[in-house]
């Protein structure tokens, strides 16, 4: 089976940077994900990393090291509408392919 | 841009009810994918589906599950006797294929209260 670990929680204020870390056991491995969800709505895809290194979209960027198993979404000069629950996945079937999902870290953006 | 519509938003039923919920994927895509999320707590899968058939299902997807792609557009998740623990956020999404497959779309989601 897989499991991930993430932080439930972290806070930070407007324009600070924060760092959600991910760590994971699977059985096979073809790509860490994360989504963001605001108040119980649609999650919604942010980034993926299928190889080691730093990928950047705008104010995010995710990181992966496979031979850690870990993995860390960066927001930058965060919003509050950076607010909400941050979810890492992994996909670990090379087939037809299952998302698991962590359990998600609730950031809280303070003015 | 495309997105994935799902009905009804909420539904109330008696414990022991037949519920049907729907969704329409994105049109070109060819994954179709059901997620529960009990309040408060992480996104579960349950069932892939593709080709017209089931892909993975998880140990949540027994036999009170089924799902099926009645036509070109829908695709349902029906629970033949709810129970009290079925009552959660259930997220339909689809995706491409390939490296497509880790990009999901998800819907609003449909919120079932079994009482």
């Known amino acids: 089976g897989q499991s991930l670990e993430q932080p439930s929680e972290v806070t930070a204020v407007e324009g600070a940077i924060v760092q959600i870390n991910c760590t994971y056991q699977t059985s096979g491995f073809y790509g860490l994900s994360w989504y963001q969800q605001h108040d119980g709505g649609a999650p919604t895809f942010l980034s993926y990393?299928?190889?080691?290194g730093l990928e950047e979209t705008g104010r995010f960027s995710s990181f992966l090291s496979r031979s850690d198993s870990y993995g860390y979404l960066l927001l930058q000069e965060l919003q509050m509408k950076d607010s909400a629950s941050y979810f890492c996945?992994?996909?670990?079937?090379?087939?037809?392919?299952?998302?698991?999902f962590g359990k998600g870290t609730m950031l809280l953006v303070s003015p | 841009e495309p997105e994935v519509t799902q009905t009804p938003s909420h539904q109330v039923t008696q414990m022991g009810q037949e519920v049907i919920l729907r969704c329409v994927p994105i049109s070109n895509h060819l994954y179709f994918y059901w997620y529960r999320q009990i309040l408060g707590q992480k996104v579960e899968f349950l069932v892939s589906?593709?080709?017209?058939?089931?892909?993975?299902k998880s140990e949540i997807f027994d036999d009170q599950f089924s799902v099926e792609r009645p036509d070109g557009s829908n695709f349902t998740l029906k629970i033949r006797s709810t129970k009290l623990e079925d009552s959660a956020m259930y997220f339909c999404a689809s995706s491409e294929i390939g490296t497509g497959a880790n990009v999901l779309t998800f819907g609003a989601g449909s919120r079932l209260t079994v009482l």
């Open positions: 990393n299928a190889l080691d």
């Open positions: 589906f593709y080709n017209n058939e089931i892909s993975e």
């Open positions: 996945a992994v996909r670990s079937d090379s087939g037809y392919s299952t998302l698991t």
